[in-house]
């Protein structure tokens, strides 16, 4: 499709150490961007979305708070608590069981793959989910929202109501929470309906 | 870092989750691929690990 791509390796420290990391690509780029943020990373990409070459934001599952709220504000205000985590002594939750992520993550994902994307996971601190997103960029810019039916880590009608509270463009599929890796071409095509909508 | 095309919007920046390394975003099985945002599978990587 000939957009230029870069993925963010933020370190899921902390809300604001994942906006530092996105804001340095973000930093990095020639021209207008389209900001992807799966899962966790709504939350961080609704905070650094903010920045003045972002022109529109795109969720993929995507937990996306309100301005001075957190994701864990978010998940209780949705009785949509997380669960299948495990917590260590550090501070940092794992989601380490392969067959637990496999459940949890991408049962429409052959079990060799999950045992692969869980051998290479790097855990999430909980601090993450305490921090409040200060403006939430989804006030200003628009916003599209691709909906996981068969999401077994963010159900698909918390993601519905998400979707509705920040007025976002949606799409529905069925696939796990990992629909980047299940439905790879509905993904691409949701991302790049959302750049040419974004043109108009 | 210049961009490749002529989208007005033409900078796609992608965030990871928790419990992922990127991999998911442009990289082993099936993710969106970092030379343009096309399907990309790559089953070979994951053979190697196993």
């Known amino acids: ?99 637990q992520f496999h459940h949890v993550m991408g049962a429409d994902l052959a079990m060799s793959n ?20 200060k403006h939430a960029a989804w006030h200003d810019k628009p916003s599209w929202y691709l909906q996981t039916i068969d999401d077994q880590a963010l159900p698909y009608p918390v993601q519905q109501t998400i979707a509705r509270q920040i007025g976002a463009r949606t799409l529905s599929i069925r696939s796990s929470h990992l629909s980047l890796i299940s439905q790879p071409d509905a993904v691409a095509k949701f991302i790049d309906r959302a750049a040419s909508e974004s043109e108009r | 870092m210049a961009a490749t095309t002529a989208h007005p919007v033409p900078n796609i920046v992608l965030v990871h989750g928790a419990f992922a390394d990127g991999l998911e975003l442009v990289g082993s099985d099936g993710a969106i691929d970092c030379d343009g945002l096309s399907r990309h599978r790559c089953p070979e990587s994951i053979d190697f690990i196993e």
């Open chain 1, 1 to 99: 499709m000939g957009y230029h791509v870069t993925a963010v390796q933020n370190p899921l420290t902390s809300l604001s150490d994942d906006v530092i990391a996105t804001e340095r690509v973000l930093r990095r780029q020639k021209g207008d961007v389209l900001l992807v943020g799966h899962s966790w990373a709504g939350a961080v990409i609704t905070q650094a979305g903010n920045a003045s070459n972002v022109k529109g934001l795109v969720y993929l599952s995507a937990l996306v708070p309100d301005s001075g709220e957190s994701a864990a504000d978010l998940l209780a205000r949705l009785k949509a608590p997380m669960t299948g985590l495990s917590p260590d002594a550090d501070g940092l939750l794992w989601l380490d069981d392969p067959a």
């Open chain 1, 114 to 133: 999950a045992r692969f994307l869980s051998s290479v996971q790097q855990p999430i601190a909980a601090v993450c989910f305490a921090a409040k997103v």
